[in-house]
């Protein structure tokens, strides 16, 4: 009996380092060295700035942000608008990692032009009394010539986590009218959204056990299926009809804490963070059911959280280079600081570069970066990453999203338990 044990604890254990053996050395064993801070733009003390609220201090913690394209009637872009979800309140409320020790204080939007480098707070309008608000991931549609768009979040209240929607009127930008709260039984764990029209969504849920599971399974429980990169989270296509009920199916199950998720411009790709394993994952989609097909994976040097598609076609991947020490950042621990990684994944046309595909798959790259990828993240056939920015905390810290402006080559980056928006602009 003691022999069986034995050795199914071997073959489990052996699994685990097959699959995650990567991400627990360079992710959670060992700390990356990285630099104070690195642009791929420059200097980053020309180029980057911290953005803020110098008077209430309100832009903190913000673990999603989002841009709001208005397009005019050809469809071009006109202007664009950053959206920020903050929460300052994270360390003592947060579904994801814990704790869940007070929902009481409201969480805050943000609105930021890159036209004028301005900030205005945003209103929520009509919002229910008594219902708390703290956003995680989140989209907004694009309004065309001047249309209303819907935007949606996902909101970890302290009942159970929804998916709240809002209008926002381009002529009264800094107001968000709530229209409505979506629940559902399959909303187990939510936590990032992408839009495919104005009513209809994909929604990550990133764990099947959660944290408000009773003691002692909700400190537990989640912690494990997250280590071992349990292969139990989900993502799910979500159709709202005109009377407000949702159609919901899941569309990729079996994703190792299914994180951040962005649609292709196009249509034809979605993009999913598997975030315990450090990869992203890649899907064919059928445009008229939603459905999807696995297609491939990349794999990032961290653990990717949020992510999105840049104009140009390429996907921004931003997350956390070493877990432990996002723990202990949002444990208060003195001194504590975790580090920021952003980077893009383009494809890749020509692999006729290196003599045969093994070569190919163990070249270098990524090579302008102080810590390359490549020295944490093996190459691929299919995709290059490249670093855009990175830093050890020390001048950003606990990245979660980062946004590129392929007009002006702005990049935007918000940290998880980060004050202010860090903004790096071109060459």
Same mark, same amino acid.
């Given at each position: 009996?003691?022999?069986?044990?034995?050795?199914?604890?071997?073959?489990?254990?052996?699994? #685990?380092?097959?699959?995650?053996?990567?991400?627990?050395? &360079?992710?959670? $064993?060992?700390?990356?060295? $990285?630099?104070?801070?690195?642009?791929?733009?420059?200097?980053?003390?020309?180029?980057?700035?911290?953005?803020?609220?110098?008077?209430?201090?309100?832009?903190?913690?913000?673990?999603?942000?989002?841009?709001?394209?208005?397009?005019?009637?050809?469809?071009?872009?006109? =202007?664009?608008?950053? $959206?920020?979800?903050?929460?300052?309140?994270?360390?003592?409320?947060?579904?994801?990692?814990?704790?869940?020790?007070?929902?009481?204080?409201?969480?805050?939007?943000?609105?930021?032009?890159?036209?004028?480098?301005?900030?205005?707070?945003?209103?929520?309008?009509?919002?229910?009394?008594? &219902?708390?608000?703290?956003?995680?991931?989140?989209?907004?549609?694009?309004?065309?010539?001047?249309?209303?768009?819907?935007?949606?979040?996902?909101? *970890?209240?302290?009942?159970?986590?929804?998916?709240?929607?809002?209008? #926002?009127?381009?002529?009264?930008?800094?107001?968000?009218?709530?229209?409505?709260?979506?629940?559902?039984?399959?909303?187990?764990?939510?936590?990032?959204?992408?839009?495919?029209?104005?009513?209809?969504?994909?929604?990550?849920?990133? &764990?099947?056990?959660?944290? =408000?599971?009773?003691?002692?399974?909700?400190?537990?429980?989640?912690?494990? +299926?997250?280590?071992?990169?349990?292969?139990?989270?989900?993502?799910?296509?979500?159709?709202?009809?005109?009377?407000?009920?949702?159609? *919901?199916?899941?569309?990729?199950?079996?994703?190792?804490?299914?994180?951040?998720?962005?649609?292709?411009?196009?249509?034809?790709?979605?993009?999913?963070?598997?975030?315990?394993?450090? +990869?992203?994952?890649?899907?064919?989609?059928?445009?008229?059911?939603?459905?999807?097909?696995?297609?491939?994976?990349?794999?990032?040097?961290? #653990?990717?959280?949020?992510?999105?598609?840049?104009?140009?076609?390429?996907?921004?991947?931003?997350?956390?280079?070493?877990?432990?020490?996002?723990?202990?950042?949002?444990?208060?621990? @003195?001194?504590?600081?975790?580090?920021?990684?952003?980077?893009?994944? =383009?494809?890749?046309?020509?692999?006729?570069?290196?003599?045969? +595909?093994?070569?190919?798959?163990?070249?270098?790259?990524? $090579?302008?970066?102080?810590?390359?990828?490549?020295?944490?993240?093996?190459?691929?056939?299919?995709?290059?990453?490249?670093? #855009?920015?990175?830093?050890?905390?020390?001048?950003?810290?606990?990245?979660?999203?980062?946004?590129?402006?392929?007009?002006?080559?702005?990049?935007?980056?918000?940290?998880?338990?980060?004050?202010?928006?860090?903004?790096?602009? @071109?060459?």
């Amino acid at each position: 009996m003691v022999y069986k044990i034995v050795t199914i604890f071997t073959v489990l254990l052996a699994a #685990l380092i097959y699959r995650s053996g990567r991400v627990l050395k &360079h992710n959670v $064993l060992n700390l990356p060295i $990285l630099p104070e801070a690195y642009y791929i733009g420059g200097d980053y003390k020309e180029r980057c700035t911290v953005v803020r609220d110098e008077t209430a201090n309100t832009i903190n913690y913000c673990e999603d942000i989002t841009f709001w394209d208005h397009l005019d009637e050809q469809d071009r872009l006109a =202007r664009r608008f950053v $959206l920020l979800g903050c929460d300052p309140n994270r360390k003592a409320w947060n579904t994801v990692m814990g704790p869940l020790r007070d929902p009481e204080p409201f969480a805050f939007l943000w609105l930021y032009s890159t036209e004028s480098g301005s900030l205005y707070p945003v209103t929520l309008d009509n919002y229910p009394e008594g &219902h708390d608000f703290h956003p995680l991931g989140m989209e907004v549609y694009p309004s065309k010539a001047g249309t209303p768009s819907n935007l949606f979040i996902v909101n *970890h209240a302290r009942a159970n986590t929804t998916i709240e929607q809002f209008v #926002l009127d381009p002529t009264q930008p800094t107001t968000a009218v709530h229209v409505r709260t979506l629940t559902s039984p399959y909303f187990v764990s939510p936590n990032s959204v992408a839009l495919t029209s104005p009513t209809s969504f994909y929604v990550s849920n990133d &764990h099947l056990m959660t944290r =408000r599971l009773p003691s002692p399974f909700g400190k537990t429980l989640p912690v494990i +299926e997250s280590l071992a990169a349990l292969p139990f989270s989900w993502l799910a296509h979500v159709t709202i009809s005109p009377d407000g009920a949702l159609q *919901h199916k899941i569309v990729a199950f079996g994703v190792p804490f299914a994180n951040g998720v962005a649609v292709s411009h196009d249509g034809s790709q979605v993009a999913l963070s598997a975030t315990t394993l450090g +990869e992203v994952y890649f899907y064919d989609r059928n445009q008229s059911t939603n459905d999807l097909k696995f297609s491939h994976s990349v794999p990032v040097p961290f #653990l990717p959280d949020n992510i999105m598609y840049a104009d140009d076609g390429a996907l921004i991947v931003t997350g956390h280079p070493h877990f432990p020490s996002v723990a202990a950042v949002a444990a208060n621990k @003195p001194g504590a600081k975790a580090a920021s990684w952003t980077v893009s994944i =383009r494809p890749i046309s020509d692999t006729t570069r290196a003599k045969s +595909e093994k070569d190919f798959v163990k070249r270098a790259y990524d $090579l302008r970066a102080p810590l390359s990828a490549s020295a944490i993240a093996p190459a691929v056939l299919t995709h290059e990453v490249e670093t #855009l920015f990175q830093s050890d905390g020390s001048v950003f810290g606990t990245s979660a999203t980062g946004l590129v402006d392929t007009r002006t080559g702005t990049l935007y980056v918000s940290g998880l338990y980060e004050e202010g928006m860090l903004v790096c602009g @071109p060459k």
